[in-house]
């Protein structure tokens, strides 16, 4: 045996193996010769392999170490990055008509010409359980056999991993930060500018990370991209006690039903900003009384504030009397064009599909903005993956893993009555942490998953002095959840984008 082979040391674990190719983008000023690297790095946990994360990065060729990096996750929790990969910020992209609505299928794959890929270095990060991304167990009785995609398995000592142990907020965040750390050392950027996106869970996990990342991990961000986010978990289920999950949600509901033609509160073409503004004023003032006050309120203002949210909601009085004001997203987007055996997208209430079951008490239709577009998303993300970049390997990408979501956790020792952590005080953290990082916060209008009015009003809680509030761009886009489906919200976005990181770059 060489010597060099005898020196070599033994690798405990052996990820399956990447794939590389070099392409050229020119949906540009100018063409951009790439390389596009598919791989996994493997994370450890007392010096020994506990997971693989898998990550697609796209470099432009030329080796620049000042070209800005930013690293992409989508949310769920367990949603891999496909979304954003594949929907608005990688070089190719799924091709969705204008307006947003599904694509036939199998779905066309085209050059993004809305890529992040012009101003910036992209690596799009799948969490554990995600994608290609696995926990590794050992085999017991130490050793073993190959895995059927060639990875070897690692030894181990009889220790049985915790299955879920990647799939709660905290060791969720550390192993990306762990990522970050080790791709920057792997890939020599320490010196590059960084920015990192998130949507959805994974706008919470960037307003957790730009402390996590700056304090913990000694990762300077220049930029934080929060889409669609939802900064504050306790506001995403209503209940008959509540306040603010109503509100935040009438200004988006009334967009829709406006959208839709059902608005008997504004006259049939009234501009998109004029309804929000109304729903806005009627929002905040007089619906939030009617649900602090509940059965003191007289008779006639509530009976008023009743008429008033069933106009704006496009929906009969008696519904939303029954309802008690509180007229859930389920229930909305199955009444709202039930007379025409229609519902609309609770990720999108632009978006509408038949309704299946109409006889039926329960609303059981599929949703025409999350199943309806699954296929689309799994055929295109496996097609550039497997056959553009030539990834071989016989796991199933999981494009949104509900076993992922329904093991999440809050895996931090918080008292019994202390609420689920949320991200806004990190947020604002971070923002103190660094004077020169800026943050970038967006929605889609249309949206009910994750409404913009909460965005908005967290926001005007936040406290920020002058200089802070000049670091936080706040805009958002006609669409919904992924508002870059819509052809023209998509390139406004990436202008915005482009214009954000300049000015990040800048100072």
């Not at 949310?75 to 891999?80: E, T, V």
């Not at 009397?321 to 997208?345: C, H, M, N």
């Not at 929605?443 to 670091?471: C, F, I, Q």
Request: hydrophobic share 35%; proline share 7%.
């Amino acid at each position: 045996m060489a010597d060099d082979e005898q020196t070599k040391p033994k690798r405990d674990h052996e990820p399956p193996a990447g794939a590389e190719t070099t392409e050229r983008w020119t949906g540009g000023a100018k063409p951009l010769e790439y390389t596009a690297t598919a791989k996994w790095l493997v994370l450890r946990k007392k010096e020994k392999p506990s997971a693989e994360i898998f990550s697609v990065s796209y470099v432009a060729k030329g080796g620049d170490q000042n070209r800005p990096v930013a690293f992409v996750f989508n949310g769920g929790p367990g949603a891999s990055s496909a979304y954003l990969h594949m929907g608005a910020v990688g070089p190719q992209r799924v091709a969705f008509p204008v307006d947003g609505t599904l694509p036939t299928l199998p779905p066309k794959l085209v050059q993004n010409e809305s890529s992040w890929l012009g101003f910036a270095d992209l690596v799009f990060v799948d969490p554990v359980g995600t994608g290609f991304s696995r926990i590794i167990e050992p085999e017991k009785n130490g050793g073993g056999p190959d895995k059927p995609d060639g990875a070897q398995k690692p030894s181990g000592e009889g220790e049985k991993p915790d299955p879920d142990e990647y799939f709660g907020q905290k060791r969720d965040l550390e192993s990306l930060c762990e990522f970050m750390m080790r791709w920057l050392s792997e890939n020599d950027r320490w010196g590059s500018p960084i920015f990192i996106a998130g949507e959805s869970y994974g706008g919470y996990r960037v307003g957790r990370l730009v402390r996590m990342l700056q304090e913990d991990s000694g990762i300077g961000l220049n930029g934080a991209i929060l889409i669609s986010p939802a900064l504050e978990l306790t506001g995403l289920a209503g209940d008959d006690y509540g306040v603010v999950q109503w509100v935040d949600l009438l200004p988006t509901m009334a967009a829709g039903a406006a959208f839709h033609g059902c608005a008997r509160a504004f006259p049939a073409g009234t501009a998109l900003a004029e309804v929000l503004a109304g729903a806005e004023e009627f929002a905040s003032g007089d619906y939030a009384t009617f649900l602090i006050r509940g059965a003191s309120l007289g008779a006639p203002e509530r009976q008023r504030t009743l008429s008033r949210l069933a106009d704006l909601l496009g929906l009969p009085v008696e519904l939303v009397t029954r309802a008690e004001g509180r007229v859930s997203p389920i229930v909305f987007a199955r009444e709202l064009l039930r007379s025409k055996q229609k519902v609309v997208g609770y990720y999108d209430v632009s978006i509408t599909s038949t309704d299946p079951f109409p006889d039926r008490p329960d609303h059981e239709a599929p949703d025409p903005t999350l199943a309806g577009i699954s296929p689309a998303y799994t055929a295109a993300v496996n097609r550039q993956l497997r056959s553009e970049i030539g990834v071989r390997t016989d796991r199933e990408y999981r494009l949104l893993s509900l076993e992922v979501n329904e093991a999440w956790k809050e895996d931090t020792k918080r008292h019994f009555f202390a609420p689920p952590e949320g991200a806004t005080d990190s947020f604002r953290y971070g923002m103190a942490l660094n004077p020169h990082m800026r943050a970038f916060l967006t929605h889609g209008r249309y949206d009910m998953a994750t409404p913009y009015y909460a965005s908005d009003r967290l926001r005007n809680l936040m406290r920020l002095d002058p200089d802070t509030a000049a670091r936080l761009t706040v805009r958002h886009f006609e669409g919904g959840h992924m508002f870059y489906a819509w052809e023209e919200s998509r390139h406004a976005f990436t202008a915005a984008i482009q214009e954000f990181v300049a000015g990040a770059l800048a100072g």
